[in-house]
């Protein structure tokens, strides 16, 4: 499974963006599938995750209310509100080896190239 994030881009501080995760070469629609970002210098952050069929989320603690994971049959989508320039960040979506998630990277075994954005103040 390649997957491919987009979406990034340069927003000004408390806009929103919509980040995409698509898969091609084999559907990733058994898997369950992670957002995470890492920001210049630091590590890299879980975000969100969703199961296969789109049943069970969750977040990170710090971020719940500005952010919003969803699925449909094709894709998976990071709904970002209120940007902060602190979300400046490359994000990524993982696909996990199964139908739920971790709330860590361990256990994502296909990964994105990343989208970078960047929010100005």
């Known amino acids: 499974v390649q997957l491919q994030a987009s979406g990034g881009g340069l927003v000004q501080a408390g806009g929103s963006l919509r980040l995409s995760c698509a898969a091609s070469?084999?559907?990733?629609?058994?898997?369950?599938v992670g957002w995470f970002r890492q920001a210049p210098g630091k590590e890299r952050d879980f975000i969100a995750a969703i199961s296969w069929n789109g049943g069970s989320t969750a977040y990170a603690d710090s971020l719940k209310g500005r952010f919003t994971i969803s699925r449909d049959n094709a894709k998976v989508y990071l709904e970002i509100r209120s940007l902060r320039p602190e979300d400046t960040a490359v994000y990524y979506c993982a696909a996990h080896r199964g139908s739920y998630y971790n709330t860590a990277a361990p256990g994502y075994i296909y990964w994105g190239q990343g989208t970078q954005v960047t929010v100005s103040s």
């Open positions: 070469r084999r559907t990733f629609s058994n898997n369950g």
